[in-house]
């Protein structure tokens, strides 16, 4: 596809259980870059790969996070016994930098994660 | 600790009139500003800007970023009902913490 995509695009989950959600970045983009979203904020920055080694883990709230990318393109972003303060929008973005502070980074639509 | 402030935090204006945005920061190593739209979905790209002075302008928005006094601003002119959105503000940095830095983002209305 054109853009970057995100599944699954909404999950709820209940209070302990696992959640993995995907990100397809767009083809060719070597930077891929996790972000949490709460309500009324600005996106958080989580973690973010270039192509299959993940440079910055320094985001992640707890080790209940985990981030993957095992071919250098699409990323798995898996988070262990889900609590409420998790419930938010992850976002996913790409960009073709290696250093990418220096591109822009291109958005999915997000994955609206509820922990009940 | 690296810090973005955008203001205001929301607006309500009219259809046809001229909005500015504000976005201050501080961070060590900074690289770029970007601004983004975003509506109910994925943030869309506007503008990167890395040099002081210099106006990016696409359509009835423009941009320009001054690195002495640490902020940007985000003009809309003759503003739209589509236009509403929330506008937010990134900033980049070198030395290998790529990840942007964000702020809270400015709730634009535009009322017909």
């Known amino acids: 596809g054109a853009g970057v995509s995100q599944s699954p695009r909404y999950k709820v989950a209940k209070r302990g259980q696992d959640v993995a959600l995907r990100c397809d970045p767009i083809s060719g983009h070597v930077s891929l870059f996790w972000y949490q979203q709460a309500l009324g904020q600005g996106p958080e920055f989580l973690t973010y790969f270039q192509n299959e080694a993940q440079l910055d883990k320094s985001g992640l709230p707890s080790d209940r996070f985990f981030a993957e990318r095992p071919e250098g393109s699409v990323s798995t972003l898996k988070i262990q016994r889900t609590q409420q303060e998790d419930s938010a929008v992850y976002l996913c973005?790409?960009?073709?930098?290696?250093?990418?502070?220096?591109?822009?980074?291109?958005f999915g639509p997000g994955t609206r994660l509820t922990v009940t | 600790e690296d810090k973005v402030v955008q203001s205001p935090l929301s607006l309500v204006v009219h259809e046809g009139d001229t909005v500015t945005l504000n976005c201050s920061y501080e961070?060590?190593?900074?690289?770029?500003l970007l601004w983004y739209k975003q509506e109910k979905k994925a943030p869309t790209f506007l503008f990167m800007l890395?040099?002081?002075?210099i106006e990016k302008k696409s359509g009835r928005l423009s941009s320009i970023l001054d690195k002495k006094e640490l902020f940007s601003i985000l003009n809309i002119t003759a503003t739209q009902t589509g236009d509403s959105a929330i506008y937010l503000c990134a900033v980049g940095r070198g030395g290998g913490a790529d990840g942007l830095t964000f702020g809270k983002g400015t709730h634009l209305i535009i009322q017909p």
């Open positions: 890395t040099s002081s002075g």
């Open positions: 961070v060590t190593n900074f690289r770029s």
């Open positions: 973005a790409s960009s073709l930098a290696l250093t990418g502070g220096s591109y822009e980074q291109y």
